[in-house]
């Protein structure tokens, strides 16, 4: 609350300027039981992300599966920690996107923050070091190619819930998702081309892996799975392949509901019986790498593979910090500013 009395140092410019918002989901402070479970406590309390009531499910989240998944959870993150920068991977290069995003719109004075969901840098306080800037109008990018309930909207809820705090607040314009987007699709084909010429195999196959989502929460009307299979269409088209070639699966089940099919682990792992021992996995549902891609998949899913017979598997990096990620996010930046009356 303490937010909301302070005096806004910029109360009524003359012009004020327009910021960038980069919104991302968050991830752990480090890898501590209790760093983790702090994140998870936040990130699994949200309804949109489990919509069952808050009376059934907080009883099972505080005393069940926050009791033990921390420890778990942990221990996968200790695996992929970018031990230089001593962050989880998600948080590094997402601040590095805003850095080089940053520079790319230096020259129109228009200044770049980022934020996340859950955890640090809060949304508030990103909004609150725009607004410090000289910022009245806020262009929010919520990290996320295709949309869904769980983590564009989770991410538009709190932007407004730091705004519903402000005594003078700013105007605001939330980017869509953008699942088939130009830049992204041809980011995308960039990652992959350089990744195939990186390697000393063929892949047969290049598995496109989403993160899945409950069943239940396309039958309400999300349109996730149709972006998911938009964003593939158009990487397909791209790079000439056929739906055999680069098929779509999604990963990371959590809890007892149905989720989205087919499930990349059992597609994956039937592979090398059908004659397939040499795959690459590309996630474009990702902006940067994180526990999903460089454990669930990198490590996890490349161990299921290799003891199912399979002989050689590649990952497709996300598209992190690269040229064609920050190119990206300044055409994203460039369109909403023109809508927002800067040129
Ligand atoms: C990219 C889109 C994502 C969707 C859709 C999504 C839905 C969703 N996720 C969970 C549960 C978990 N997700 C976890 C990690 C995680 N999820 C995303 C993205 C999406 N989630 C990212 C980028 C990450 C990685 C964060 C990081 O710090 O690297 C986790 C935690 C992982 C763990 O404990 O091992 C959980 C749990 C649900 C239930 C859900 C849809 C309802
Ligand atoms: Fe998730
Ligand atoms: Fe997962």
Redesign the pocket.
């Known amino acids: 609350m303490a937010f909301f009395f302070k005096k806004p140092q910029h109360a009524s410019p003359p012009h004020g300027r327009t910021g960038i918002l980069l919104l991302?989901?968050?991830?752990?402070d480090d890898t501590s039981y209790l760093a983790?479970r702090r994140?998870?406590s936040e990130?699994?309390s949200d309804r949109?992300?489990?919509?069952s009531s808050p009376l059934i499910w907080q009883p099972i989240l505080q005393g069940i599966i926050l009791t033990k998944?921390?420890f778990?959870?942990g221990a996968?993150?200790a695996r992929?920690w970018d031990r230089e920068e001593n962050a989880?991977?998600?948080?590094v290069y997402t601040q590095r996107q805003a850095e080089k995003l940053r520079l790319r719109l230096k020259a129109d004075g228009v200044p770049v923050e980022w934020g996340m969901r859950y955890g640090r840098p809060s949304v508030a306080q990103a909004v609150e070091s725009l607004m410090d800037q000289g910022c009245d109008r806020i262009v929010s990018i919520p990290l996320?190619?295709?949309y869904?309930?769980?983590?564009t909207a989770t991410a538009n809820d709190q932007l407004f819930r730091a705004l519903m705090k402000l005594r003078k607040q700013p105007a605001v314009l939330t980017v869509p998702s953008f699942p088939d987007h130009p830049a992204f699709v041809r980011a995308l084909e960039t990652s992959v081309l350089k990744t195939l010429e990186s390697l000393s195999f063929k892949p047969q196959r290049i598995v496109a892996s989403?993160?899945?989502?409950?069943k239940v929460?396309i039958e309400k009307g999300d349109s996730?799975q149709d972006e998911c299979v938009r964003t593939i269409a158009a990487l397909r088209q791209a790079l000439g392949l056929s739906e055999e070639q680069m098929p779509l699966t999604f990963q990371?089940r959590?809890?007892p509901l149905e989720?989205i099919q087919p499930y990349t682990a059992p597609y994956v792992s039937a592979l090398p019986k059908q004659g397939i021992t040499k795959i690459a996995v590309i996630m474009p549902?990702?902006?940067?790498?994180?526990?999903?891609?460089?454990?669930?998949i990198g490590n996890e899913l490349r161990e299921e593979f290799m003891e199912a017979g399979g002989e050689e598997f590649a990952l497709v990096p996300c598209l992190n910090d690269s040229d064609e990620s920050v190119d990206l996010l300044e055409a994203l930046s460039r369109t909403a500013l023109r809508g927002f009356g800067v040129a």
């Open positions: 991302n989901l968050g991830t752990p983790v994140y998870l990130f699994l949109r992300v489990i919509e998944r921390p778990a959870s996968n993150y992929i989880s991977p998600l948080r996320y190619p295709q869904s309930s769980a983590t989403f993160h899945g989502l409950p929460c996730y990371s959590f809890g989720w549902g990702f902006m940067a790498d994180c526990i999903e891609t460089l454990d669930e």
